[in-house]
């Protein structure tokens, strides 16, 4: 099974914070993702990667950076947090883009709280 | 860029009630679309997808979706829920070509009633 793991379950940080949010999958996937998902907004897409060292923002990239120095791990990053930021933010893996389009496999999310 | 309505924002059923969610997307190409399930406290998973071929696909938990073309509709069917369906189903779609992320529908949070 494709196991996609993410680093804390729930965080509490200041406004100002820098944050880091942790990736990792285990299924040797090329593509990750982060979202972030709002009651009433579904999940939104805040920045891909499609091979290590490249990324491309998605819809909302504004506060956001990331960055995937392993093919494995895949890093959000906020740079100074803001009480806006406050969702709970998803990381996905899904492998190559092919023909067959393959599904994402989720992590279990971290639910960010900015204080 | 593609978008996608999920126009139930909260449904409530009782057991074995038949289910169908709406789902309608905009987009001018040929389009993978999928119906992914989150149950209470756990991870966001795959309940069934279409690339090509039969418009009528079956997931699990004995879920089905038809693929209209002609509407740009992928709607999600079930013909008895059970309590333990409750749970917040989201439609997403992504193109053929282009960039391949998800976009999501808002998504639909079924309540089923024992």
């Known amino acids: 099974d494709v196991k996609v793991t993410q680093s804390s379950r729930y965080l509490v940080k200041r406004t100002g914070e820098k944050v880091f949010l942790e990736c990792v999958q285990d299924?040797?996937?090329?593509?990750m993702f982060w979202y972030r998902q709002d009651p009433g907004l579904g999940l939104r897409l805040i920045y891909f990667s499609y091979d290590v060292k490249m990324k491309e923002k998605g819809d909302i990239p504004e506060g956001y950076s990331v960055s995937r120095e392993k093919k494995e791990r895949f890093s959000l990053i906020l740079e100074s947090a803001s009480t806006n930021q406050t969702s709970m933010y998803l990381c996905?893996?899904?492998?190559?883009?092919?023909?067959?389009?393959?599904?994402?496999?989720f992590g279990p999310g971290t639910r960010l709280t900015v204080l | 860029a593609q978008s996608v309505s999920q126009h139930n924002h909260h449904v409530i059923l009782s057991e074995a009630a038949s289910l169908e969610l709406g789902c309608n997307y905009s987009y001018g190409g040929t389009v993978n679309l999928f119906w992914y399930v989150q149950y209470p406290g756990q991870h966001l998973q795959l309940l069934l997808k279409y690339f090509s071929g039969d418009p009528l696909v079956k997931g699990i938990k004995g879920f089905e979706a038809e693929f209209i073309k002609s509407k740009f509709s992928f709607n999600l069917r079930k013909p008895s829920v059970q309590w333990s369906d409750t749970a917040e189903y989201f439609c997403a779609v992504t193109p053929h070509t282009g960039r391949r992320a998800l976009t999501f529908g808002s998504g639909t949070r079924l309540q089923v009633q024992p």
């Open positions: 996905a893996s899904s492998p190559p883009y092919s023909s067959s389009y393959n599904e994402q496999f």
């Open positions: 299924m040797d996937h090329e593509n």
